[in-house]
């Protein structure tokens, strides 16, 4: 679909994310194995500065969830009012990175090893290391429990952020 993706991590101070914005390029990167076709770089503002500063003309946003598009179709819109040259494409997820609500998974059926797999192994590790040195009472320690496997950083940070 495009020569070269830069995949932006957005940098944003009213957040505390599990990973620092470079260890999250980092992890990027090594999961790409470093394709050169990918850029990983970061930002902080809008998005719509960053894209003009990088010469951007298509913005691609993954949708895991029906919400993940309701969000992002607002903020597309917005976007295309600032800067109407600015396209955003919406993609899918593919099935191994899907997420599927535990009000729909039949309890018990979808084996761990599927469960784990939307997540890049590299991460998984990273996740697992950083969750185990928390401190036995802390929110992200008492929401792994909650959530059956191992939750991803982005839905940590999204769930768990106090």
Do not use: W
């Not at 969750?131 to 939750?151: H, I, M, N, Y």
């Amino acid at each position: 679909m495009f020569d070269k993706v830069i995949v932006a991590v957005a940098r944003n101070p009213k957040k505390s994310p599990m990973f620092s914005v470079e260890e999250r390029q980092q992890l990027l990167a090594d999961a790409i194995n470093h394709n050169k076709a990918v850029e990983i770089d970061s930002f902080e503002g809008l998005l719509i500065a960053y894209a003009r500063r990088k010469g951007v003309k298509v913005v691609l946003r993954g949708c895991a969830a029906v919400s993940d598009f309701e969000y992002e179709f607002q903020m597309a819109n917005m976007n295309r009012t600032l800067d109407s040259e600015l396209e955003t494409v919406f993609v899918m997820t593919g099935e191994d990175y899907f997420y599927i609500s535990s009000q729909i998974r039949p309890r018990g059926r979808l084996p761990r090893r599927r469960r784990l797999r939307a997540r890049p192994e590299n991460v998984l590790r990273k996740a697992r290391r950083a969750l185990s040195a928390r401190p036995q009472g802390s929110p992200e320690r008492r929401c792994r429990r909650v959530s059956r496997g191992t939750p991803s950083p982005a839905s940590l940070a999204r769930t768990c952020a106090t």
